[in-house]
């Protein structure tokens, strides 16, 4: 009896990147190192050598002359090139695409309807938005599913994508917010890290030991967020007594316009995430 798709588990699935870089790499180590696939079920191809020799250490996988031996070889495709590229990447592999591919892109700002344009109508595609901190297994990553795509697509994709952060599927309309906020956010939060690893030296510290105390504090009040549940003003209030050292520097903040900076920040990045996909 032949297999069908419903049927594809972790053992079956293969799994192609085009483009090799550090995006591409960082998945495919969190897929390798969460067990969700082996190493020798991955491969990929990158028009640079080097990069895809670096892709092949970090991970495991094996590499490939072109995108064409990428479809011959996975049934899940990762585009993952610069926008500027993927008009000639989906020229490239059109004609080599099968139904029982699935091509997942990550290529910042490209539209669901741009890769269905550029491949076949009923091509299964999945668009992500991942960002940077997948290097490190601590992703925020959203997808949006185009319209010949699968449950056991939409299954599967979200479980390797898993083993890399927090997965999200949501609209389409609503990605180029995830770039304003979880896309451009890291460099928000450094720039705040930054921020108080000054302060930690304007106070005394040593710059190499603020710079740690403000990066593990973040990290630290993140997690609290995530792993209470519970809203960040009341883990706030939680910290702050009365008449004491948080209050005092939480009003300092309030006069600088902290928070309403960072939330326009979010937007003019949302908007500039907007414009960037209408070209």
């Known amino acids: 009896m032949p297999k069908n798709e419903s049927s594809v588990t972790n053992h079956d699935l293969r799994i192609g990147f085009i483009g090799a870089g550090q995006m591409a790499t960082a998945l495919a180590k969190g897929f390798v190192n969460s067990s969700a696939i082996s190493p020798q079920k991955i491969v990929a191809c990158d028009l640079n050598h080097n990069t895809a020799i670096q892709f092949t250490e970090q991970t495991g996988g094996s590499v490939v002359a072109n995108p064409c031996d990428v479809l011959k070889q996975s049934e899940t495709i990762f585009l993952a090139v610069k926008p500027k590229d993927i008009c000639g990447v989906l020229s490239e592999i059109r004609p080599f695409l099968k139904a029982t591919h699935v091509v997942v892109s990550i290529a910042a700002g490209v539209t669901l309807t741009s890769l269905t344009q550029g491949l076949l109508p009923d091509t299964r595609i999945i668009r992500v938005m991942p960002n940077t901190p997948c290097?490190?297994?601590?992703?925020?990553?959203?997808?949006?599913?185009?319209?010949?795509?699968?449950?056991?697509?939409?299954?599967?994709?979200?479980?390797?994508?898993?083993?890399?952060?927090?997965?999200?599927?949501?609209?389409?309309?609503?990605?180029?917010?995830?770039?304003?906020?979880s896309g451009s956010g890291p460099a928000f939060v450094y720039q705040i890290i930054e921020a108080l690893s000054d302060g930690g030296v304007r106070v005394g510290l040593p710059r190499e030991i603020a710079t740690s105390l403000a990066a593990q504090t973040v990290l630290g009040a993140a997690q609290m967020v995530i792993s209470t549940g519970k809203h960040p003003g009341v883990l706030k209030d939680a910290v702050t007594?009365?008449?004491?050292?948080?209050?005092?520097?939480?009003?300092?903040l309030e006069q600088g316009g902290l928070r309403g900076t960072l939330m326009t920040a979010v937007q003019v990045a949302t908007e500039r995430a907007y414009q960037l996909a209408q070209t």
Do not use: K, M, W, Y
């Open 241 to 252: 007594s009365p008449g004491g050292t948080t209050i005092a520097g939480l009003h300092v």
């Open 135 to 181: 290097l490190v297994g601590c992703g925020a990553i959203a997808f949006a599913c185009g319209t010949a795509t699968r449950p056991q697509d939409v299954e599967i994709v979200s479980r390797l994508l898993s083993s890399c952060g927090l997965v999200f599927q949501l609209p389409e309309n609503l990605l180029d917010a995830v770039t304003g906020l």
